[in-house]
């Protein structure tokens, strides 16, 4: 009668754990999934039960495999984004184990008083449970926006430490196998205070692991933003240099134009109408490719379209184009340029391989609600396959900054790609 309360409890304190971890893999993730905290909690607390009811050993790499299996199938968690969380929990999960573990077999050796004793059995690992609650708490608070940035899959590498401390508390303590309470109570004093030792000094690891591992990421990230500004930069050097040309030819044309004047009233005196009229349709379609009207409500990117428009007009492409950002949409300058000029130049550059009649370009942009919705289709051949680099990376960073998305797609000798913006 005594032992059953003690094995509800366990239950109970084990539900609770289940749903710690539950919450903080669904935090650290960003996924929606708390409607399946029930099953969650139903399946752990059947397990327990089992497991308590049958002194079964060895569930730990259970507890893993079920974990992943539940985040992946339930809750449609990508593996990479789950490698983390995973290995923060069950590493913590372990130090917490073999603490308590330890810790129980010192005071069923030195504890002759089993109502001192049972009561300690509850105490401790609640008390350990406590620490391991809020472990996961400072990590949630601490490195959560750090966590949520893509990285690189060889920096998993840098979580290794984590994999061996849990191994070696796991193998060294025999945690896993039905004679570690025997295992543990032989050990003498200087022994279990070299384990103690280890076992602190191997959390102080884990802790700093995970530090280094989060600093990592954010130099990583910075490396990113510097290769994204080194990237803006060179846009804005190309963008000055085909302003300078599209200068150049302007007063070009502003030079000629009293001369084509002349020949009009030439023309015109002499009584030549027709060669007057064909004259002036080559002038209209000259004057056409070097003003190109735009009015999108910014500025700094009615200027950058217009260069755009012309230099894709020069090269008989067809342009289409509805775009329209109130004022009142919060983006920087140097960032909407980015993205368009971007957008355009691969657009421009795929319109160039294809033959001068199938060449054409459409851009729309609306601002709805917070959100700036920017799509571009053009003629692209289904031979060249979409590749990720300068010019789709800078779109993808600049999406990224304003919590945005991209989406790509080739069909039917058409490129789309549609870019959502979130005010800032």
Known sequence: MQVRPFYLWWILENSLVSYVIFDFLLYITQK?????????????????????????????????????????????IQGLKMITPVTIIFTLYTLTEGFSVFAMSWISVNLKSPAVGRWLQILVPFLLNML?????????????????????????????????IVLGIRYGLKLDRSDFEPYLSSFGVNTRLLILFIMLGAAVIVFITIEVFCKIIDLTGQEKALVL????????????????????????????????????????????????????????????SLFSPVSTGNAVLDVLLREKFSYARQNQIEVIFDIHIPRNFHMEDMDLCVLFSNILDNGITACTKETCENRFLTLSGRVR????????????????????????????????????????????????????????
């Not at 999934?33 to 909690?41: A, C, M, Q, V």
């Not at 500004?229 to 009293?258: P, T």
């Open 369 to 424: 609600s917070k959100f700036l919705i920017v799509e571009a289709v053009n003629t692209a051949s289904e031979q060249h396959k979409i590749r990720t680099g300068t010019g789709l990376t800078n779109i993808q960073q600049i999406a990224e900054k304003y919590q945005g998305t991209v989406e790509m797609e080739l069909s039917n000798g058409r490129f789309r790609i549609s870019v959502l913006i979130c005010s800032s």
């Open 132 to 164: 391991f609650f809020c472990a996961l708490w400072l990590i949630q608070r601490r490195y959560f926006h750090t966590l949520q940035k893509p990285i690189s899959s060889y920096l998993y590498i840098l979580l290794l430490p984590c994999t061996l």
């Open 32 to 76: 929606k999934g708390r409607k399946y905290i029930p099953l969650w909690l139903a399946v752990n607390g059947f397990v327990t039960w089992i497991v308590t009811c049958y002194q079964l050993q060895g569930t730990f790499l259970f507890s893993i495999l079920f974990l992943i299996f539940f985040a992946k199938v339930i809750l449609g």
């Open 229 to 288: 500004l080194e990237s803006q930069l060179d846009s804005q050097r190309i963008y000055i240099e085909e302003a300078k040309k599209r200068n150049e030819q302007y007063s070009a044309f502003q030079h000629d134009i009293d001369n084509h004047l002349l020949v009009l009233s030439g023309l015109l005196h002499e009584g030549l109408l027709e060669q007057a009229k064909l004259y002036t349709e080559k002038l209209h379609i000259s004057s056409k």
